[in-house]
Structures are given as structure tokens and as C-alpha cells.
């Protein structure tokens, strides 16, 4: 009821009670200690028609009674909003990572970075209970524990306890993409739909999938890696140690790396390696063809298999769209195993700032298990 | 309440009550009606420790209450089953195709088929009202349409219509291996998994994945098609219309093709080519090797999108387990990502009579929706 009420109210409580199939005794029961606690407030009544009986009065979230603070820790940068109980951005700030990426050097920016965006307001810091990280690679969320990430370098990193003492906030740790996916579950693309999934195309390549409305978790933690999965035989060599991941073909570090190897320039940036391949370069156009099949081939895979309605496909890598768009869509359709070709491929610039709201919807969702 | 009966009962109503979460008297209401139809019983009073309160009567499901018949249709043959209510297996019978392998001729010999079922005991006829069809491809459950199999070689069929007024029963037509799944999940090895997996190999190479302790469906039908995931831009082409999909490589068609050209002897069939692999044939080894991989590295990439607690490899595939078994395995564990590869493989044999057993299983779900 909250969740429909957070994506879409206002509603009445007899809307409510239809589109979640309540008794609307059990809507009116279940409103009264969150208008109690302020989440909720009555609107003013509304007639709707002429003699449609007594006035009714909308229920709607109360977005201010509360805020949630999100950090996304990217390669090189920290990003950080606060969010009102709606997901809507009530402010940001970033922060460049040092030199030092450990853990301890990035904790302590990232302890400055909360602390500055909760000065930004005074209601911010009174009612701001709730951090939420979100990070790439294998996060034990229950824990609270980054196992494994490649962009920051860590292992075994205990990352919710820590920031939990270091800022008097509740901290949930979460896969970045995971969180991402949550949140377009919550109040984005993803609003009411049973099957669902999110890829993330950059430096990073990953999946968030959404069944029959829950976010998968997986039974170990690993769920939705998407640029995990081996696609080519004759691929190359990833991070992870596998051979032909979709990532180790289609990352923005994999093209660059691609692009330096076969123009035998190790001195160009991956800006430099766009500029080539939109000049018609005939080593770099067909390096960012073969990533834009890999995505293609990956999200029909994780189509096959999943069924998703829908997929809606973000991140960074999006800026280079122009250069393997087609390439995504022709593997995706030559790889849908029939009816799945039905499922609807969205592409959705990604600023970002949404990462960190991402990660601040972790506490909305903490507040609402 | 009924599934948690099913799979394990007698258990007490205040058993009951412990293990599904509902109070007692919501256990005692929900199994009045159940009682009064005759598909539950009271077992015997037993009073389970001296002074420990007055006797309990355990409940139990009444096996023979109801019966349930199972059809699955492979390439060459129709199987057929009779179970009862806790999926014990009462009866089976089996039908080979003729040359006609259209779905009027095949819908005859299946009609034929059940008759025999329920011709065998006099309480089959007088208390059997549901009939499963399992069949390999593209299932539309709901619409009881059959719009792909390539074994039978259909397309676009409505068999449950057509079966359901030939035989008066009330008819569910699923995909093989998604029944096999539920069977499972309801009887077998998936009791209690909130993730689970279950991947057939041998003629069709498929899963079936339940998530939150449901079964995905996909949104528009298709799911689960670890068969059809392309793993190999250099692989052979697929009847599906894709290049390097798992099946292409790995199904005992695709290995009997590969040792044919290999060799050069089109006259092999699939056990003459086991036969040379055993012998250490320099050719037809690596054929079945590479389709280990395959197998492998598609459950790697299955288990890293979903990541279930527990996968089963079954399918009669598994009768030449001896030649590619350490292929799957070495595959599957340089595939999978992290914590993911903490998901254990599980390999059993399947009697082709259990694929009808699936099939009666739906039948079991249709009556407890």
C-alpha cells in the first residue's frame, strides 16, 4: 500500500483498497499509525462528482517527514544526494577519490561527504536516519560487507559497520546496480511491473532483475551479473578471471584497451578512442561494433532466461551510444529465443546523481521492509 | 499449507500452524472444507509425550482421494503416468509415434494413450479429472497453445482445446521441463528452496527456475531457456536461428552431428558415436568435451544471472555423464562468478517415466491454485 502510495499517490483510501485488493477497513487500519507517525497526511476533501456520496479524503505521503542519504562509490569519485521519502533529489554533492582508494582513506571522504550534505539543511540532519552505499561488485548486504569490488580494489570490506559508527546513521550496502534497479522499481520505469530488469552499460557492466516483483537476490549474494556471464570462447581475459565475460569485451576499460592494442597507441584515452571511432577509424569503429554485439548478446541471454516485460538499459556507456546502438539491437534481436523478442529494449541516459539517489532509496526500503 | 501436506505430511494442525505462519485457527478453518471433501484425513490420535496436553490428530493428505494423468510428448514417443494426490506414481504406459508426427495423429495416439491409463483401475476412470501435457519448446499455459516445438516439429497448436474435448478431462499443457521444475519444487529436490534450478540435458538441453518459491514464467511466456543462450560466436548454427546457443553445441543431435562431420561417417547414429568417444576416438572425445562445456559454462551463466541455492542436472543426457562430466564441472567452476560458484551441482538420473509424472504434477497444481 505504501509502495503504491509512494510511487503514485495521492489516492483515496477506496483507490487504495481496489488496487491493492484490501478491505478498505484493513486500508483505513493500516494508514492510521502512519498518519500517527506523520508519513501520511489527509488531503483536503474532494467531491469527485456530483452526489458520488460523501467527500473523500486522499491519503498522501508526507515527503519531508523524513530524508535519505545515498553515496555511490564510483572508480574514482564519490557521488552523494539526499532524497525525500518520494525518491525526489532535495540535494547533492560529489567528492574525487585521493590517491589512496583503500578502504580507511575512502571512508573518512565519504564520512566529509555525508556530513556536508546533511549541513546543507537543518531539517536534513534532523530527519535523516538512513545512509545507504551503494557500491560495485559482490556486496553481502545482510552483513553489510563489500567481498569483492574491482572499481575501488577492495575485499572483505566490513564497509556498513564502519560508516554506521563513523556517522550515528543506520547504513545499508548494496550492489550499485541493485539499488539503481530498486529504485526504478519503486518510483521509476519499473513501477508495478512483475518482471523487470535493469542493465548498466560503463566502466562496469551489470544487471538488476526484478520477478514476480521482488529484486532478485540470489542465494549466495550473486544474482544479475550480467558482465559475468561468458559470451566468446575467443574473448578476452577479465578482471574476474573468467575468458569472453561480456565486461572484458564491452567496458569502457575493455574498448580502450581494444583500441590501443589494434592501433598500437597506448597513449590514447578513451575519449581519444570515441574520437577515432567516429572519425570511420578502421581499427577503433569495429572494436566499439563487436561491445555494442556483446550488451546485445548479454541482455538476450538474461531475456531468455528471465522473461522479463521490460528492460531499460542505462549507465555512462550510453554517451557512446552512436557508436554500437545498432549493434546492440541487431544481437538482441538475432539472440531472442522467439516470443522473449517481444521484450521492449529502453535506453535511458543516466546521470550521475542517480546512482546516489539509488542509494539513498536503499532507506526508504529500510524503513519499509 | 495443502504444499507443505503434500510434500511432507502427516503433521499436526498446531505443526501446521507453526510452519506456515498462520494461527491456529486459521489452520483449523482452512482445513474444514479439505476435510468435508475428503482430501485431507485425521490420522490417529497420538499423544507425543506423557502429560504433554490432550491428543493431537495429525493431518494427512488422502492420496488416493483424487488421481492425476501425465503426458509428455518427446521426438519419438508419447509417455504416459497416472499419479495420485501426493505425486506417487500409480500407473504408467508408453506410445511410440508413427511416421505422422502432425497434431492430429499424435492427438489420437494420445487420446489412445490416456484410455489405457484409465482403463487400468476402475477408481482412475471414476476419480481422474485433470490430464498434463509436458512438451519440449514454447508453451503459452494460459492460452493451452503449443507455438513452438521443434521435436514434435509444431507450430501454433491448441492442445489443450482439442485434447480436452477428446478425453472430457480438464487439460494443462506446459512446457516439459518447467513441469519437471514444479514436480520438483513440490516433491523432489526443491522442497523448501527459495532459488532453485533445474537443467535438462540430452535430445532438448532446458531449465526451470523458481525465484521467491515460484516458478518464472516470463512475462511473455518464455523462460528459462538455457538452451537457446548463445555461448560461441564461432559455434555451429541452431534450428532456432541463432549461432553457438548451448543446444547447437550440446545436444546429443548436435554431438552426433559434430562426430559425423568430424569423422566423416554419416551412417553413426548417437550410440555408435558414444561408443567411439569411449573408445578414446580422436575425433568424437573432444566433441562430447566441448559439449560439457557448453553445459557448464550455460548453468555458470544461468547460475550468475539468478543465483539459486542448489541446481539439478538431469535429462537423459546423463547416460554418457562418464564422457563429459568433468567438462561440465570444470566449466561451471571457471564460470561462475565469486560466491556464486557456492551453488552445488546435483546430477540424477531420470527414468523418462518421471517427465510423465511431471506432467500429472500440473494437474496437482490446478486444483491448488
Redesign the interface.
Known amino acids: 500500500m505504501l509502495a503504491l502510495l509512494l510511487a503514485e499517490g495521492p489516492l483515496s483510501r477506496v483507490e487504495l483498497a481496489r488496487r491493492t485488493g484490501l478491505s478498505s477497513t484493513a486500508v483505513t487500519k493500516a494508514a492510521r499509525p502512519l498518519l500517527d507517525d506523520g508519513y501520511l497526511h489527509e488531503l483536503p476533501p474532494e467531491r469527485t462528482a456530483p452526489g458520488a456520496g460523501r467527500p473523500v479524503n486522499p491519503l498522501a505521503v508526507t515527503a519531508d517527514r523524513e530524508f535519505f542519504a545515498g553515496v555511490k562509490i564510483s572508480a574514482d569519485a564519490l557521488y552523494g544526494a539526499v532524497c525525500d521519502l518520494r525518491a525526489g533529489m532535495r540535494a547533492t554533492a560529489g567528492r574525487p577519490l585521493g590517491d589512496d582508494r583503500g578502504p580507511a582513506a575512502v571512508g573518512a571522504l565519504l564520512h566529509e561527504l555525508v556530513d556536508e550534505l546533511l549541513d546543507k539543511r537543518p531539517e536534513f540532519r534532523d530527519r535523516t536516519r538512513h545512509l545507504g552505499i551503494a557500491v560495485s561488485g ?1 556486496v553481502d548486504r545482510t552483513a553489510g560487507r563489500v ?2 569490488s574491482v572499481l575501488p580494489g577492495w575485499r572483505d570490506v566490513p564497509l556498513a559497520e564502519t560508516t554506521a559508527r563513523a556517522t550515528g546513521l543506520s547504513v545499508v550496502v548494496e550492489n550499485d546496480v541493485k539499488a539503481l534497479t530498486a529504485a526504478e522499481h519503486w518510483f521509476g520505469e519499473g513501477i508495478g511491473a ?2 523487470f530488469a535493469l542493465v548498466t552499460i560503463g566502466a562496469g557492466i551489470g ?1 538488476g ?1 526484478v ?2 516483483g ?1 529484486l ?11 558482465g ?7 574473448g578476452p581475459r577479465c578482471h ?4 569472453g565475460c561480456v565486461e572484458a569485451i564491452a567496458s569502457t576499460g575493455a574498448v580502450l584497451a581494444a583500441v590501443r592494442t589494434g592501433t598500437g597507441r597506448q597513449d590514447l584515452d578513451f575519449d581519444a578512442a570515441v574520437r577515432l571511432a567516429r572519425e570511420g577509424d578502421p581499427v577503433a569503429r569495429p572494436v566499439f561494433a563487436r561491445a555494442g ?1 556483446a550488451i546485445g ?1 548479454g541482455i ?10 521490460r528492460v531499460v538499459v542505462t549507465g555512462e556507456g550510453l554517451e557512446t551510444y552512436d557508436l554500437f546502438g545498432e549493434h546492440i539491437k541487431d544481437a538482441y534481436a ?2 531472442c ?4 523478442a ?2 521492449p529494449l529502453t535506453l535511458r541516459p543516466l546521470p550521475w546523481e542517480e546512482w546516489a539517489r539509488g542509494a539513498a532509496v536503499l532507506g526508504i526500503e529500510a524503513l519499509f521492509p
Chains 1, 2 share one sequence.
Do not use: W
Open positions: 559482490d567481498r569483492y512483475e518482471y544487471s532483475l520477478v514476480n521482488r532478485i537476490a540470489g542465494a549466495y549474494g550473486v544474482a544479475g551479473e550480467m559475468h556471464i561468458a559470451i566468446d570462447p575467443a574476474c578471471g573468467q575468458v554485439r548478446t538476450a541471454i538474461l531475456v531468455n532466461l528471465l522473461g522479463p516485460e538475432a539472440h529465443f522467439k516470443a522473449a517481444r521484450c
